[in-house]
Nanobody, 117 residues
Framework: QVQLVESGGGLVQLGGSLRLSCAAS????????MGWYRQAPGKQRELVAF???????DYADAVKGRFTISGDYATNTVYLQMNSLKPEDTAVYYC???????????WGQGTQVTVSS
């Protein structure tokens, strides 16, 4: 597994912005996708956004038009720019790397995002 280090979470007011970053801190191989998931209290973890090594992206309907995922496969870093934040975006956000030969992928430790109204 790859060790992933996240940063950028915090407390922000309604309508504010945050940028999350996630970088691999150990040797990497065959990473073909990077993404962000989130888990709110009492809810299941859900996909927020994903980007493949070819640049294709996918977003949850709830964040389309507000969040933007970008990735640098040369440095194995993924970013999530979050704009127009809402209280319902409050959750722990986890980055995820998909790798060949590692069916479960690698997960970050999670970073808290709290949006106050």
């Amino acid at each position: 597994q790859v060790q992933l280090v996240e940063s950028g979470g915090g407390l922000v007011q309604l309508g504010g912005s945050l940028r999350l970053s996630c970088a691999a801190s150990s040797s990497t191989f065959s990473i073909y996708g990077m993404g962000w998931y989130r888990q709110a209290p009492g809810k299941q973890r859900e996909l927020v956004a994903f980007i493949t090594s070819s640049g294709s992206t996918d977003y949850a309907d709830a964040v389309k038009g507000r969040f933007t995922i970008s990735g640098d496969y040369a440095t194995n870093t993924v970013y999530l720019q979050m704009n127009s934040l809402k209280p319902e975006d409050t959750a722990v956000y986890y980055c995820y790397f998909a790798q060949l030969g590692n069916p479960g992928g690698s997960w970050g430790q999670g970073t808290q995002v709290t949006v106050s109204s």
